[in-house]
């Protein structure tokens, strides 16, 4: 009984936002605003994405606040967990940049003072690398890429990737043990 009286002034309030009352956007932005811009901070290490982030949330939330059940968990919950959500899509599309800017890179363009030699090597070597890579599952590839591109610790691979932290050391550590194996053998050849 209880939780459905907590729950009822969070619902009239979704209620409220999702038929555009002004005075509950403020009063949700207000509640919120700053705890997802804290978040932002966090999970994505600047301010201007950590506004984004607060941008993007409010338009997320707008768009499914009749979709919002008190019955089903706090507000709280429910608006940070789509904050998270939203925050790790954007790392995501960083690591995604990141490799789309690698892989249109012109190979010779590494050191422009270096011979052929030296090229077909670097070009050998970033072939087998993104092999290597290819080769990973999902969870091993996305826990490497957040911990060494996205430069995120384990714990911060956990809480992003939503697994126990034993989970993100053993999937980082599987990658590079893969990684090392698959360069080693690839090289014998």
Known sequence: MRS??????????????ADGERSSAERLYELYSSRIYGL????????????????????????????????????DTWILLMARNLAIDSLRRR???????????????SDPSAGPD?????????DRARRAMAGLSDGQRAALELAYFGGKTSAEVAEL????????????????????ESLESSHDL
């Open 161 to 180: 990737e939503g697994i126990p932290l034993g989970t993100a050391k053993t999937r980082i550590r599987t990658a590079l043990l893969k990684l090392r």
């Open 40 to 75: 932002g901070l966090v999970m994505l290490g600047n301010e201007a994405a950590a506004e984004d982030l607060v941008q993007d949330t409010f338009v997320k939330v707008w768009r499914n606040a009749s979709r919002y059940d008190s019955g089903r968990g706090s507000l």
């Open 118 to 126: 030296a090229i077909a090597e670097t070009t050998d070597l970033v």
């Open 4 to 17: 459905r009286r907590a729950g009822k002034p969070e619902q009239t309030l979704m209620r409220a936002f």
């Open 95 to 109: 690591v995604l940049d990141a490799r789309m800017m690698e892989a249109t890179r012109p190979r010779d363009e």
